[in-house]
């Protein structure tokens, strides 16, 4: 009897409101809010709320920003965005140069991907993975979104791969490659440093270009930092008008070797070299080695060639200015 009433009632609710629906007052529909980000390895990239809905376009949610390198890492010429997602409420803190203190539930996420035409973006993207890094109770965790075939969505998969791909370069060539998407175990590899699992690029000297550090100062990203002049600035090895040969030289060492080549990475105990950008000269070992890294970087052989894992061709341009750089000493 009771729900007898309540059916009635709610019939006359119904009915009401389509009545106002057909009056000419019509409730404007409230802008849906931006779901938060899911700082969680679900099964589908789309699940986590980095992009807005089409994903393939790669657009950042609301809740997401973008930021680069000041100096990149070569991996097989894909191009990268990267992205963090900040817990709402939260922000970065400064330490130093190096990784500000992340919040709980941070997530960092790096998408890979070329376009069919290097001269013509508008013919689209080959989106090949999207690697995740979450804090998570104070540990960083990753994963990997392998794309679909349909370029449609990504789906969790931790296991190795070759994805074969070819695009049109900027001279108009056809490239083909056994693109390599890294196990959870090399992952690890270079992301590892003393056995804890890091993130490699965002140190604040490595972002401190293109207004990124004074923007992350005035977004609220980064608190306990109100001078980004502060911050030391890793150059762009790229630059050949602002940074001399070996600023340049010791900046790709250090987005593509120090990562290994450190105290406490990967290949700590099986070579002398120390890579990253602050080590001075004389005990980076780059000198006494020279010979080794040119033979390293002038040749492919898979197993032999640096860096060991995450490129399966030659970086022409990286090795000609470390070449340069080494005759130069
Ligand atoms: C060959 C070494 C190497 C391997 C293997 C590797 N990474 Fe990285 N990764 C790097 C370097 C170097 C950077 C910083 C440069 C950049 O962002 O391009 C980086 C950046 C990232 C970032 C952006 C945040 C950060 O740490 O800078 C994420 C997320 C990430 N890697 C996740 C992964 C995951 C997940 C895997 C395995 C599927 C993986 N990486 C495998 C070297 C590696
Ligand atoms: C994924 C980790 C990793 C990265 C990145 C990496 N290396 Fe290595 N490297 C190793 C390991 C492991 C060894 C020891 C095994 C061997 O000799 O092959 C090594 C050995 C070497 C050696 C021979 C040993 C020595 O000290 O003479 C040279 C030279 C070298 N790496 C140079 C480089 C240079 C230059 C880069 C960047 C362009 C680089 N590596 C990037 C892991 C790495």
Redesign the pocket.
């Known amino acids: 009897m009771k729900n007898l009433i309540y059916s009635i009632a709610l019939c006359f609710l119904f009915i009401s409101c389509s009545e106002d629906a057909d009056d000419t007052y019509y409730s404007p529909i409230p802008p849906e809010p931006t779901p938060e980000v899911v700082p969680e390895f679900l099964p589908n990239l789309s699940e986590l709320n980095l992009f807005t809905e089409n994903l393939t376009d790669l657009t950042p949610s609301d809740r997401a920003f973008i930021y680069d390198l000041n100096t990149p890492l070569?991996t097989d010429y894909a191009h990268k965005q990267r992205l963090i997602a900040l817990p709402e409420g939260t922000s970065m803190e400064y330490v130093d140069d190096g990784f500000p203190n992340f919040p709980d539930n941070t997530v960092i996420a790096k998408t890979f991907y070329y376009f069919n035409n290097e001269r013509d973006e508008s013919e689209g993207k080959i989106l090949v993975e999207t690697r995740i890094l979450i804090k998570q109770n104070g540990v960083w965790e990753l994963g990997n979104y392998k794309w679909n075939a349909e370029q449609t969505d990504a789906v969790l998969d931790n296991t190795t791969s070759t994805v074969p791909l070819s695009y049109l370069n900027t001279n108009g060539e056809t490239v083909n490659l056994d693109y390599v998407i890294p196990s959870a175990q090399?992952c690890i590899?270079?992301h590892n440093s003393n056995n804890i699992i890091k993130p490699i690029g965002p140190k604040l000297r490595s972002i401190n270009s293109n207004h990124q550090l004074e923007d992350w100062i005035s977004n609220n990203y980064l608190t306990n930092l109100t001078d980004a002049s502060q911050v030391g600035v890793l150059p762009n090895w790229e630059d050949a008008v602002n940074y001399s040969l070996e600023e340049r030289a010791r900046a790709?060492?250090d987005m593509?070797?120090?990562?290994?080549?450190s105290d406490g990475?990967?290949?700590q105990d099986?070579?002398?070299?120390r890579?990253t950008y602050e080590t001075p000269l004389a005990d980076s070992?780059i000198f006494e080695?020279r010979i080794?890294?040119?033979?390293?970087?002038s040749f492919y052989y898979q197993?032999?060639t640096?860096?060991?894992?995450?490129t399966t061709i030659l970086?022409p341009e990286?090795y000609d200015l470390?070449s340069q750089y080494l005759d130069s000493l």
């Open positions: 070569f090399q590899d270079c790709y060492f593509n070797c120090a990562h290994c080549h990475g990967f290949c099986q070579s002398y070299l890579l070992y080695d080794n890294i040119d033979a390293r970087m197993g032999f640096m860096p060991l894992i995450g970086h990286g470390v």
